[in-house]
């Protein structure tokens, strides 16, 4: 794959000199971890650095782990990773569960979920799980830690709040103190790899709570309180579902691209909030905890 | 019946080894030194326009550019059946992506960077995307020069319009035939554009020595026939035929993309240019998309009328191509459907109007099924309704109509021997076409669809093949032949039939990719043909080898030769049980006399195969009284889906397709096909889609939005069948069935879904999104 663009390319050994480089060359520089999203729009032409970053030789970034009363994921946490770590299934399923969904194989071994909101690509799968969780983002500068709730992270299509001197170094997902149970559902035009024309993660608590967030109707994934208030006030049933799709209406704005109508998508967002609400509802009658801790 | 020992076995495929353990070669895999140079092709971004004005001065500035080639270089034009195509365009573009000018420098960076530095200025032309506007009398004319083309003399075109062939039929009373008819059914359908998807990309190497002599490496379907056109083409140059080599390393998937020559014409005339560098142009998938062929897309009026119990009194059918902005490969399309789109029913009153129309969209042309399978769309979903209507078993309907051996094509000539009765039974039966199917949840409807299929091979009446046969000092075998296996397992069933008649075993025969200048002639790897075309030659070629070998035995020995026969790699005599002289003892060195001289040689056979009964010859204004296709090989198949009514998400149950290949050579190749045809028709009407904007810019010319099956989209199960009645040119009653394999899976999926959902979806494809939008339509989904 010939790049007929010119950049130049460091590969860090340790944050602190990561940091220093991203000090020193800011805007004019790109991170590269698993590459997926960076490659193309490199050989595309789309977005060339200056210099490349290359921070995979990071290990501090490359952990998962349970600590503080949260669930760590390193920022060079690939999907296959997630789909292999016992923790991610224990304590953030939808995560686990979103993961398996990702492009595919091949793309699962190199993509990182860090990177996958650092790109912010509207259709992005780890956006609802991260919601629905209320997770948070840590970006690190020479400046010091900077945290970001995700629900605060997305600014617009490809486009999030970390700053130009800024990495990701890890999400922190905090354990739930009531049961959970949660459930994503994404649209795709077959079963095989797809990016999501639309999707739908679900977070449901015993205590009745419920969290609802949708990606890829709208320039960011988003969570609805509306919808959120409607399930605490009137509860998870049949009826409380078709008030909730006919809401659905006002609420979210799909729209028609070479993947789907507007139609399809707003159709889709109801079908699906319907059967990742009912599924998540099954997780939460299971005997084990899903997420969270008993 | 003859009984025989490698013809009808699944042998392991012969290049089995060399790709699963990475020996394989493919053209991207060839190493050239460091001569080698890299061409980077500038691509027009207009659907339709003059080119004004090409400035490469910027372009030639950049370190390692050697040179830069336009239109300019080349005044030729080509094309296999009609020469309406150039190297690079002229004075105007007729499609979105199509080449300008080339780029050629010492690596591939610098070549895509200077190609971005070529200014081409344009003046936009009225450009037209669709086959319906570009007859309309106030259309553009996308080719003025249309009258001058050089084409077959099969091809009707009509000047100064879009359309560059009509191909039309007339048979017996039409007008009677719909009088007679109690009911009539009369419906437009749609099948769009597609893409092959296969896997490798078009590649190719040519290099133009000082000596004048030019080999081009290319990834291809035709090497014979990509020969004859770079020297057609390039002939006001000086160059022949004979200056000519074409070397076919392997092919990772062609599906009629790499077939006639599209993108390899580019090497061949760059390589003009810069004498003594190979030079390398490699498509990436983007212009497998956009700038090889596409399959044609059709808009098809078929008006059909039946008796009360089904059988058919008239056919009228009337097929709109887009073929986009060159058809010299497209209209030979346009024309088979012509000839064929009665489908494999007998059909006494039928009129056909096959029209091949320009568009300022990516030129069409050849692709698996040739047309039939976007023919057959229509006029199965119309079986299946009119079945309906009548309340006739759509099993039935098709048995009432099946066309027989001696029956009379569209255009007259007999019908040959067939199975498809067998095939029609036997589908039904494994499908359990009476019994009712179940669905798996309360969001789910499901039902059966059923479908027949035919097709010919669409070739020139004189297409040959040929062989040359070598025996090696220890009776090994090299056969010569220069079909392309493109994954369907050509070579390994070459093998096996120079292995049935020379009793040599498989492990000693070897048959491998072509070259021009070695191998014989053939005329392309399409049309399902070369089981049957150039396996005849091998046949001869080996029966050939084996005269020789009697014959030598026969003078040396004092045996008479009809008392001689083959076994096990050695020569036996009828008469004389103890005798045995085995190949190897003499196929090369001769047999010694009892005076010390020898006599033989190097044994060596020849086979050439040619149809002398076909004809194109006909009134053009009936199609009748010629024999343009050799033999339809027919088929029947049915499925089972299952559709998720809230989301419209179709899946597969099970697929039952039976195919009458007239002898099975290796029965597993012939099942791999069968399987490997049904996912790429599912693929098809299921998922598939091409968008093109405004402009006529294809939206979609990747795998991220424009979707083949993954594993995860088979369906539970494929059950393969195979049919055998003998076709009586075939090697062993061989016929093709490479291609059919997809024809039927379109038009059994629409009529499944239909029988599911009380749905009929007319266009394709059916994705799922179609297919709910027409059920929130109707209000039965929420």
Redesign the interface.
């Known amino acids: 794959m010939a790049i007929p663009y010119e950049f130049h390319y460091e590969k860090p050994l340790t944050l602190q000199a990561a940091l220093e480089l991203l000090d020193k060359h800011g805007e004019n520089s790109r991170l590269l971890a698993g590459g997926t999203d960076v490659a193309n729009e490199i050989r595309m032409g789309f977005r060339v650095p200056g210099l490349l970053i290359d921070i995979k030789g990071l290990e501090e970034l490359k952990a998962i782990r349970v600590t503080d009363g949260a669930l760590h994921i390193g920022a060079l946490v690939g999907f296959d990773t997630i789909r292999a770590s016992k923790p991610i299934r224990d304590h953030c399923h939808i995560l686990y569960e979103a993961a398996g969904l990702v492009a595919s194989p091949g793309v699962r071994n190199r993509a990182t979920m860090v990177g996958n909101i650092c790109s912010a690509v509207a259709c992005m799968d780890s956006a609802a799980p991260l919601l629905v969780h209320d997770a948070l983002v840590h970006c690190r500068s020479l400046g010091g830690e900077r945290v970001v709730p995700v629900a605060k992270w997305f600014v617009d299509n490809r486009k999030t709040c970390i700053g130009g001197r800024e990495l990701v170094t890890h999400v922190s997902i905090p354990l739930q103190e009531v049961k959970c149970a949660g459930a994503y559902q994404k649209m795709m035009r077959y079963t095989g790899e797809d990016l999501a024309a639309a999707n739908v993660g679900v977070l449901r608590f015993a205590d009745g709570r419920c969290h609802v967030a949708f990606g890829s109707v709208g320039p960011i994934p988003k969570r609805s309180p509306r919808l959120e208030k409607h399930f605490l006030e009137h509860g998870v049933n049949p009826e409380s579902i078709v008030r909730a799709r006919e809401m659905l209406e006002k609420l979210i704005k799909p729209i028609s691209d070479v993947r789907a109508s507007k139609e399809y998508r707003m159709h889709m967002a109801g079908v699906m909030l319907e059967r990742a609400l009912i599924a998540a509802g099954e997780r939460l009658k299971m005997p084990r905890v899903i997420a969270g801790k008993e | 019946m003859e009984k025989l020992h490698a013809v009808g076995q699944s042998a392991v495929r012969v290049d089995g080894k060399e790709k699963v353990s990475g020996a394989a070669l493919f053209t991207d895999d060839l190493e050239f030194g460091p001569d080698l140079l890299?061409a980077e092709i500038v691509e027009g971004p207009h659907a339709h326009a003059m080119i004004t004005k090409i400035d490469t001065s910027e372009a030639e500035k950049v370190p390692g550019v050697l040179c830069v080639v336009t239109g300019r270089d080349f005044p030729y034009n080509f094309g296999l059946y009609m020469k309406d195509r150039f190297i690079f365009a002229q004075d105007r573009v007729r499609f979105f992506g199509e080449q300008i000018a080339a780029v050629v420098a010492r690596?591939?960076?610098?070549a895509?960077?200077a190609a971005?530095l070529v200014r081409v200025s344009y003046k936009p032309l009225p450009k037209i995307l669709n086959p319906l506007d570009a007859i309309e009398g106030d259309a553009s004319l996308i080719h003025p020069g249309l009258k001058s083309y050089e084409h077959v003399p099969w091809f009707f075109p009509q000047p100064d319009t879009n359309i560059a062939h009509h191909r039309k039929i007339r048979k017996g009373d039409v007008e009677k035939g719909f009088a007679e008819a109690d009911h009539v059914l009369d419906d437009t359908y749609e099948v769009p554009r597609y893409a092959h998807c296969a896997i490798e990309y078009h590649a190719a190497v040519a290099k133009y020595d000082h000596s004048g002599r030019l080999t081009v490496w290319a990834s291809s379907q035709s090497p014979h026939t990509q020969r004859n056109l770079f020297a057609n083409a390039l002939a006001p140059m000086g160059i022949r035929h004979n200056d000519v080599r074409v070397i076919a390393p392997h092919v990772g998937g062609g599906f009629g993309s790499k077939a006639g020559v599209t993108m390899e014409i580019l090497a061949a005339a760059i390589a003009t240019r810069v004498k003594g560098h190979p030079v390398k142009v490699m498509w990436n998938r983007e212009r497998e998309f956009y700038n090889t062929y596409q399959r044609l897309g059709v808009v098809a009026r078929l008006r059909l009328g039946v008796k009360k119990d089904g059988r058919i009194t008239a056919l009228h059918h009337e097929l709109y191509w887009d073929a986009g902005a060159y058809v010299e490969y497209g209209a030979n399309v346009v024309n088979a459907v012509g000839l064929s789109a009665i489908g494999p029913y007998r059909v006494e009153n039928a009129s056909i109007d096959s029209y091949c129309i320009y568009t300022n969209l990516p030129p069409g042309g050849p692709y698996r099924g040739f047309g039939y399978s976007e023919f057959l769309f229509g006029l199965e979903s119309h079986m299946e309704r009119i079945a309906r209507h009548l309340g006739i078993d759509p099993v039935e309907i098709r048995r009432r109509n099946a066309i027989k051996a001696g029956d009379l094509t569209a255009y007259g000539a007999k019908m040959n021997p067939s199975g498809l009765m067998q095939a029609i039974d036997a589908v039904a039966k494994e499908i359990r076409w009476d019994e009712p199917v179940l669905p798996g949840n309360d969001e789910e409807a499901v039902g059966k669809g059923f479908s027949l299929f035919w097709k010919a091979p669409a070739m020139p009446p004189n297409t040959s093949s040929s062989c040359f046969l070598k025996f090696n000092e220890d009776a090994s075998i090299n056969i010569l032949v220069s079909g392309m296996d493109i994954g369907q397992g050509f070579l390994t069933v070459m093998a096996q039939i120079a292995s049935e008649v020379l009793t040599v075993p498989l492990s000693k025969i070897r048959t491998e990719n072509p070259d021009t200048d070695r191998n014989p002639y053939e005329w392309q790897t399409v049309a399902s043909h070369v089981t049957w075309g150039c396996g005849n030659a091998v046949k001869l070629a080996a029966q050939d080898a084996r005269n020789q070998v009697l014959d030598l035995v026969s003078r040396t020995q004092n045996l008479p030769k009809d008392t001689l026969y083959l076994a096990e790699g050695s020569v036996r005599c009828v008469t004389k049980p103890s005798f045995r002289m085995a190949l190897e003892d003499f196929v090369i060195h001769g047999i010694q006399m009892p005076d010390g001289t020898f006599r033989g040689g190097p044994i060596m056979g020849r086979g050439v195969f040619m149809p002398e009964y076909a004809t194109t010859k006909a009134d053009p204004e009936t199609s009748q009284g010629g024999h343009p296709n050799v033999h339809y090989t027919v088929g029947a198949a049915a499925a089972i889906v299952a559709v998720d009514k809230?989301?419209g998400k179709v899946k597969v149950r099970k697929i039952v397709e039976a195919v009458d290949c007239g002898k099975a050579i290796n029965p597993d190749l012939v099942r791999g096909q069968i399987t490997g045809g049904i996912l790429q028709g599912i693929s098809t009407v299921?998922?598939e889609e091409m968008?093109f904007d405004h402009r006529g810019k294809m939206?979609?010319p990747n795998f991220?939005?424009y979707?083949i099956?993954?594993?995860?989209?088979l369906p539970d199960e494929v059950v393969p069948i195979i049919i055998e009645v003998a076709e009586p040119d075939g090697p062993y009653g061989a016929r093709g069935m490479g291609e059919h394999t997809m024809i039927p899976v379109a038009p059994m999926i629409a009529n499944a879904i239909d029988d599911a959902l009380g749905l009929r979806i007319k266009t394709m494809p059916i994705?799922?999104?179609k297919i709910?939008?027409a059920l929130?339509k109707k209000n039965e989904v929420?």
């Open positions: 890299y690596s591939p960076a610098a895509k960077k971005r809230k989301t299921l998922y968008k939206l979609n991220t939005d979707k099956p993954t594993s995860l989209d994705t799922a999104e709910c939008l929130l929420r």
